[in-house]
């Protein structure tokens, strides 16, 4: 088994895409009518899968984001995705120093989900495995 997406509701389709466009993600395709409204496919460069969904329908905005903790993108030099984005007029948090190579920073989407983005030390793997807690 393998997780695929997350489907994450947003209240204005447009301005999610903006923002998630702005930290990274590509559209790769739309189902413009579902029970759950339309849905938005978005893809990470280098990811050969999707694995964000925008959920959208004007009838039922986002009113709780409690459901969802936060959202974990890795990047592969925080400093400067920090300041890419900052000329992007998205604002992120300043980095914070965990040791040993490791650096995380926080933002928030436009209906208020927390993304934490994760600058892995050298020679770790590309994501959090068991390895990380022995």
Same mark, same amino acid.
């Given at each position: 088994?393998?997780?695929?997406?997350?489907?994450?509701?947003?209240?204005?389709?447009?301005?999610?895409? &903006?923002?998630?466009?702005? #930290?990274?993600?590509?559209?790769?395709?739309?189902?413009?009518?579902?029970?759950?409204?339309?849905?938005?496919?978005?893809?990470?460069?280098?990811?050969?899968?999707?694995?964000?969904?925008? #959920?959208?329908?004007?009838?039922?905005? #986002?009113?709780?984001?409690?459901?969802?903790?936060?959202?974990?993108?890795?990047?592969?030099?925080?400093?400067?995705?920090?300041?890419?984005?900052?000329?992007?007029?998205?604002? &992120?948090?300043?980095?914070?120093?965990?040791?040993?190579?490791?650096?995380?920073?926080?933002?928030?989407?436009?209906?208020?989900?927390?993304?934490?983005?994760?600058?892995?030390?050298?020679?770790?793997?590309?994501?959090?495995?068991?390895?990380?807690?022995?």
């Amino acid at each position: 088994m393998r997780m695929l997406h997350l489907g994450l509701r947003v209240s204005d389709l447009e301005r999610s895409l &903006a923002f998630y466009t702005a #930290v990274g993600y590509t559209r790769i395709g739309t189902v413009p009518e579902t029970p759950f409204g339309s849905l938005t496919m978005l893809q990470l460069p280098g990811d050969p899968f999707c694995s964000l969904e925008l #959920v959208h329908d004007p009838g039922r905005p #986002v009113t709780d984001t409690g459901a969802v903790n936060h959202l974990v993108i890795q990047v592969d030099d925080l400093a400067a995705t920090v300041a890419a984005l900052a000329a992007k007029d998205v604002t &992120a948090d300043p980095p914070t120093d965990h040791g040993e190579g490791m650096h995380t920073a926080w933002l928030t989407d436009p209906d208020g989900y927390r993304i934490e983005l994760v600058q892995w030390p050298p020679g770790h793997a590309a994501g959090m495995s068991a390895a990380d807690f022995a």
